[in-house]
C-alpha cells in the first residue's frame, strides 16, 4: 500500500513538472528565477521557493541578503504570526542572483551546467578503515574529501552518477539519443568528452523551462 501511494505522488509530481514546463519559458543563463529556500524539488521546478529570501531573518531580526555568507541560525518571518527556525539541513536548496544552490555532500553546490539534464561538482567526504593502522589514533581510520561530478534529471528530480551508467538511465527519456551513446564503445562512454557531449545534445533537444 504504502509503495502504491509513494509510485502515485512520484506520478503526480512529474505530470505536474511536465505540465508547468510546457507552459513556462526556456531558460536562459541569467534568467530571473524567484530567489529563496526550496524544501523540495517540485518547489524548485515550479519556481516556487517555499521560503522567499525577503521573509529570511538573522537571530537579530536582520534582513538576509547573501544565505552563502550567513552564520548562525536562519529564521523565517511569515506575513502573520512568530518566526520560526529554518533547518537548513532539511532544505533541498536555494537560488540566489538567479544561480540554484543544492544541498548535498558537505553544504549546497551550485548547479554549473543547468539544463534539462544539469550538470555539478560536489565535496563529499568519506571514513576508510586501514587495518594496518590500528595503532594509530581513531583506530585506524582516516577521512579523505573528494569531488563528485553529478548529474541532476529534471523531469524525476534524481540524481545520477556522471558516468556511463548514469548518462545512459538519464538518456532513457530520449530514445534517438540513447541508442546513439550506446553505439559508441564501452570505453569512449565513460570518457568525459562523450559525456559532456551527450550532456549538450540532450539539453538541446530537450529544452528546460520554469514558470514565470
Known amino acids: 500500500m504504502k509503495l502504491h501511494l509513494h509510485l502515485v505522488a512520484l506520478l503526480t509530481l512529474v505530470l505536474t513538472i511536465g505540465v508547468c514546463a510546457q507552459e513556462g519559458d526556456a531558460y536562459f ?11 523540495d524539488f517540485q518547489s524548485f521546478r515550479l519556481n516556487a521557493p517555499s521560503i522567499p529570501l525577503g521573509r529570511l531573518r538573522t537571530a537579530d531580526g536582520l534582513a538576509v541578503s547573501d544565505i552563502r555568507r550567513t552564520s548562525g541560525k536562519l529564521y523565517w518571518q511569515p506575513d502573520t504570526g512568530d518566526r520560526s527556525v529554518v533547518d537548513l539541513d532539511r532544505m533541498w536548496g536555494f537560488c540566489q542572483n538567479d544561480v540554484v544552490y543544492i544541498g548535498g555532500g558537505n553544504g549546497f553546490y551550485r548547479i554549473g551546467l543547468m539544463g534539462s539534464l544539469s550538470h555539478l561538482v560536489v565535496e563529499q ?62 570505453k569512449k562512454r565513460n570518457s568525459d568528452e562523450a559525456l559532456f557531449r551527450f550532456l549538450r545534445l540532450y539539453n538541446d533537444r530537450n529544452p528546460l523551462s520554469f514558470p514565470q
Open 29 to 39: 543563463g541569467g534568467m530571473d528565477l524567484r530567489e529563496g529556500l526550496y524544501r
Open 125 to 186: 567526504t568519506y571514513r576508510d578503515w586501514d587495518p594496518y593502522m590500528y595503532n594509530y589514533p581513531y583506530g585506524g581510520s582516516m577521512t579523505r574529501t573528494v569531488l563528485v561530478h553529478m548529474l541532476l534529471d529534471m523531469k524525476t528530480g534524481s540524481f545520477l552518477d556522471f558516468t556511463a551508467s548514469g548518462m545512459d538511465h538519464a538518456l532513457q527519456h530520449d530514445p534517438v539519443l540513447l541508442e546513439e551513446f550506446r553505439a559508441l564503445p564501452k
